[in-house]
């Protein structure tokens, strides 16, 4: 019987290639980004209690209803695939108390997620957030600092074109009153709602805002663009604050839209940053302060604001906004064998300039020096380095820079192949 081939699952991805290295130089210059804004690194694991996550995002929220990829373990304790990094980041906090040795935290993390959504174009079930969370401040200026930060990330990404949405949610008083006059506004159009939706009334009635059916969500804002959302003299002047400081960094925003977001720990601040060119979903970040959820999940009473940037999303904003890519820079060395029987001394050379700090791969399989030679050039190699009787009893290398073209080629003592080529075979 013919064995089937398997493939990645629905909404995942392999990573390779020229997108694995665009991908990696995005993950290291955020952690060079936020390192300069004094943000350290944390990394969770991927695997958590799944009570963590029914406690901080919501019980009614879509993600815990219906997209944790939840199981339970031998002995019966759930476990998920982390949805999103914030719970896991206070979690981390408060186990580590770093609420009572840091105390004001400021923390930076990168990995996968997952979530069980309907896979499309820039939503997967295994997507990559960066993310930075502050932890122990209710400061406006900790909120401004960090929609800079987001904002500087997703432009190192070279991610150019884009929104930043800004808004208050206000207090949970806020947000009760709120809910209360949104309620009640709703109220008569209820038969038109989806089921969903009428049980979201008593339970999560802001959960209305973004449902998945365009009518309920367009009936609900439609209402809640009425002044539903009033916000205590406190949180006004919080939002004031923030906006006056992104102001005086000249960052442009627009705070005109209220928006939902699709987790309940938000308080106060909220934020999404949506790109150009990338369709339906095209939230590049998001993110906001979550005042409560360091107490909810047992520790003190303190702020905290976050966000994350999805990295797929920003690769593909960045792709279609970017000019064609340029051909790969050439880099490192192949050493092309001239004579087979040699290849015990190869193997040796390329370990020696390997442990001097140089890129250096080799053939195992016998092919010709024309082979060879075509193999260094598709993979994009800058120097084929010759080996054979002559090249050994001489302790010299015949070198050839592909990047030069073929005809220019020098020959290079053994001794001192490393220092005549490092200067250009960095990757
Ligand atoms: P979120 O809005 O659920 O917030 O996700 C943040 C970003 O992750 C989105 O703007 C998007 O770029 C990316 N993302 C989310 N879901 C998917 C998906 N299924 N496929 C691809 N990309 C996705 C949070 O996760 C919060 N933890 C943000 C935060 C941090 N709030 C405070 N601190």
């Keep these: 019987m013919r064995s089937m081939t398997i493939q990645t699952l629905r909404g995942t991805a392999d990573l ?43 019980e009614t929220t879509d993600i815990v209803q219906k997209e944790m990829f939840l199981f339970e373990d031998r002995g019966g304790k759930p476990i998920v695939l982390r949805p999103e990094g ?87 008083d806020d947000q009760r009153r709120s809910a209360e006059t949104l309620r009640a506004a709703l109220q008569p159009h209820r038969p038109k709602l989806c089921e ?38 406190g949180c006004q002047e919080h939002f004031d604050a923030v906006r006056k400081a992104l102001t005086s960094l000249g960052i442009p925003f627009d705070d005109t839209q209220l928006f939902a977001r699709g987790l309940d720990y938000y308080t106060r601040t909220v934020f999404e940053v949506k790109a150009e060119g990338l369709g339906s979903q095209d939230a590049v970040a998001a993110g906001g ?13 303190t702020g905290a604001i976050g966000f994350a940037a999805g ?14 890519s340029a051909q790969p820079a050439r880099a490192g060395l192949y050493l092309a064998l001239a004579t087979p029987t040699l ?10 300039l390997r442990r001097q ?5 080799m053939d195992y399989d016998g092919k010709s020096l024309k082979a060879q030679l075509r193999e ?25 820079d592909l990047a030069q073209g073929q005809s220019r080629q020098q020959q290079i003592p053994l001794t001192r192949v490393m220092e005549t080529l490092t200067p250009h075979t960095s990757c």
């Design 16 to 58: 390779l290639g020229e997108e694995l290295l665009r991908w990696e130089r995005i993950e290291q210059q955020s952690r060079q980004i936020a390192r300069r804004y004094g943000y350290q690194e944390l990394r969770t694991p991927i695997l958590e209690d799944a009570t963590l996550f029914q406690r901080s995002i919501g």
């Design 86 to 172: 914030t719970s896991a980041i206070v979690r981390a906090y408060l186990e580590h108390n770093l609420h009572k040795t840091v105390g004001f935290s400021k923390l930076f993390y990168l990995g996968p997620m997952f979530r069980a959504e309907r896979p499309q174009a820039g939503r997967l079930r295994q997507f990559h957030q960066i993310g930075a969370e502050a932890i122990g401040s209710s400061s406006p200026w900790v909120d401004a600092e960090l929609i800079v930060l987001c904002m500087e990330l997703i432009r190192a990404a070279g991610v150019t074109r884009t929104t930043l949405w800004l808004s208050s949610m206000g207090c949970r």
């Design 196 to 233: 969903t939706c009428q049980g979201r009334m008593e339970k999560n009635v802001f959960r209305v805002l973004d449902c998945k059916r365009p009518a309920d969500r367009e009936l609900a804002w439609s209402i809640a663009g009425k002044g539903v959302f009033t916000r205590c003299a």
């Design 289 to 301: 302060r979550y005042d409560l959820l360091v107490e909810e999940l047992g520790g003190p009473s």
């Design 311 to 324: 990295i797929e999303r920003l690769m593909m904003a960045a792709q279609a906004g970017a000019p064609p």
């Design 343 to 352: 290849i015990g001394d190869a193997f040796r050379l390329v370990h020696t």
């Design 357 to 361: 700090g140089l890129d250096a791969i």
């Design 376 to 400: 260094a050039d598709k993979l994009s190699i800058r120097y084929v380095a010759i080996f054979g009787e002559e090249e050994l009893r001489q302790q010299m290398l015949t070198v050839k």
